[in-house]
């Protein structure tokens, strides 16, 4: 995010190549399920109470001082074309399952949604999609209520705070024996960062409700939770 000129072959590219060698990618060892580095002692605490459908989340890089201005950019700055960026940092994250993989963008909720225009998660999704070649849904999942913003809280209140935040609405989809439908696909679920995985895991949880049987998720950005092992 340092405003460089951008050689034409990288027209569609909004961070210079310099910039994004500054990512830090996440990298293993880490926990199978939630991605987290390994807690110190003991089995990782962060993703115990997930839904048993919901098997594993990778990020792409850590939020620090160099990934968090990309992350601005994208949810703040009016700058939803950095979603390429971001999603080219996040393809190696997931192989999708030939055919029967699709992504899921996490929702706003409605206020929020009207006030920045578009769905940061989706944009992202959207570029992923022309990436991996797979299809979104964007009206699958829906937020039923404003979640407080989680800036402060410990993930054991972040999980509460989500709780009952989305609701799947097979109606629309007019698909016939929805739940069947529903546990034929690899659900990729898409969110721009990842910090305690609450938001994710309610997601997936209402997903699992439904009747999906196999959920991921991939976030472009992770949060360090430095006393979190
Ligand atoms: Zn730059
Ligand atoms: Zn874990």
Redesign the pocket.
């Known amino acids: 995010m340092c405003h460089a000129l951008l050689a034409p072959r990288e027209a569609r590219r909004l961070v210079c190549p310099v910039c994004r060698q500054r990512w830090k990618a996440v990298r293993p060892p880490w926990?199978q399920?939630?991605g987290?580095p390994e807690p110190h002692f003991g089995p990782?605490r962060?993703?115990v109470e997930w839904p048993a459908a919901f098997s594993s989340v990778r990020s792409a890089v850590w939020l620090d001082e160099n990934a968090r201005p990309a992350v601005h950019a994208l949810k703040y700055a009016g700058l939803p074309r950095i979603a390429d960026d971001l999603a080219a940092a996040m393809t190696k994250l997931q192989s999708p399952a030939d055919g029967a993989s699709v992504l899921i963008p996490i929702p706003l909720a409605k206020k929020r949604l009207r006030e920045r225009g578009y769905n940061q998660s989706e944009m992202l999704a959207r570029a992923l999609a022309r990436q991996w070649r797979i299809p979104v849904l964007v009206d699958l999942v829906a937020r039923t209520r404003e979640t407080p913003t989680q800036t402060a809280l410990t993930p054991a209140t972040r999980l509460a705070n989500v709780a009952g935040a989305f609701e799947v609405r097979n109606v629309k989809c007019g698909m016939r024996n929805f739940a069947f439908q529903l546990s034929t696909f690899e659900l990729i679920l898409v969110d721009d960062v990842f910090t305690t995985g609450a938001t994710l895991a309610e997601a997936a949880r209402a997903l699992e409700q439904a009747g999906a049987t196999r959920i991921e998720g991939v976030t472009f950005a992770r949060a360090v939770i430095p006393d979190f092992t």
Do not use: I, P, V
Request: proline residues 0%; charged residues 15%; glycine residues 0%.
């Open positions: 926990c399920r939630c987290q990782c962060l993703c």
